[in-house]
């Protein structure tokens, strides 16, 4: 069985730093893509960051690049979100999802986690 578990958020003013966690078993992790996708209430789910499984390159959405890291340690079959000087737009719920192949930034991922809430104060 597949899991994904996102750990990691919580309540944090704005500037402030987090870093989300995805910790991922039941499935060959190293061989799989992995995104970080983010819902503010009322809002559509939307991408954030993903990182395929070479770790060649990173993919970012606009309004997070320079601000947010994401990185994979296959050994431990995790990958981390890094959310620097976190502002107030960046309240959500984040869930980690992973898939095999196909346009990371694309929403039709194989797998999802529950997610995580993220809560930044102004």
């Known amino acids: 069985q597949v899991k994904l578990v996102e750990s990691g958020g919580g309540l944090v003013q704005a500037g402030g730093s987090l870093r989300l966690s995805c910790a991922a078993s039941?499935?060959?992790?190293?061989?799989?893509?992995v995104g970080w996708f983010r819902q503010a209430p009322g809002k559509e789910r939307e991408f954030v960051a993903a990182?395929?499984?070479?770790?060649?390159?990173?993919y970012y959405t606009e309004s997070v690049k320079g601000r947010f890291t994401i990185s994979r340690e296959n050994a431990k079959n995790t990958v981390y979100l890094q959310m620097n000087s976190l502002k107030p737009e960046d309240t959500a719920v984040y869930y980690c999802?992973?898939?095999?192949?196909?346009?990371?930034?694309?929403?039709?991922?194989?797998?999802w986690g529950q997610g995580t809430q993220v809560t930044v104060s102004s």
């Open positions: 039941g499935l060959t992790f190293s061989a799989y893509a």
């Open positions: 999802a992973a898939r095999r192949s196909g346009l990371m930034m694309n929403n039709d991922y194989d797998y």
């Open positions: 990182i395929p499984w070479t770790v060649r390159n990173t």
